[in-house]
Nanobody, 115 residues
Framework: QVQFVESGGGLVQPGGSLRLSCAAS????????MGWYRQAPGKQRELVAT???????NYAASVKDRFTISRNNAKNTMYLQMNSLKPEDTAVYYC?????????WGQGTQVTVSS
């Protein structure tokens, strides 16, 4: 059914930036509320940013004013622009519907923020 492929992660120094992409199979990004999630080792998966089918956005307090979620409906793709990265942002980042992930989880993309 619906599958997601996350990409764009990597190793970056504190204060750096990364842009993550989420390519979805089928037409889902434009009609579902979508979100970016992250999971750090030993921690639960948390929702960090959402965008509704109408385009409204919301962010977890920990990333507000640093991350920006966006989408390209024609490409069925979602993005997460991450600026001013902190070591606490280190995690595997996933995309799915929001505020609950009802589809199968992809492999995620690793973001490591370290000196």
């Amino acid at each position: 059914q619906v599958q997601f492929v996350e990409s764009g992660g990597g190793l970056v120094q504190p204060g750096g930036s990364l842009r993550l992409s989420c390519a979805a199979s089928g037409t889902v990004v434009s009609v579902y509320a979508m979100g970016w999630y992250r999971q750090a080792p030993g921690k639960q998966r948390e929702l960090v940013a959402t965008i509704t089918g109408r385009g409204s956005t919301n962010y977890a307090a920990s990333v507000k004013d640093r991350f920006t979620i966006s989408r390209n409906n024609a490409k069925n793709t979602m993005y997460l622009q991450m600026n001013s990265l902190k070591p606490e942002d280190t995690a595997v980042y996933y995309c799915n519907s929001a505020p609950a992930g009802v589809f199968s989880w992809g492999q995620g993309t690793q973001v490591t923020v370290s000196s």
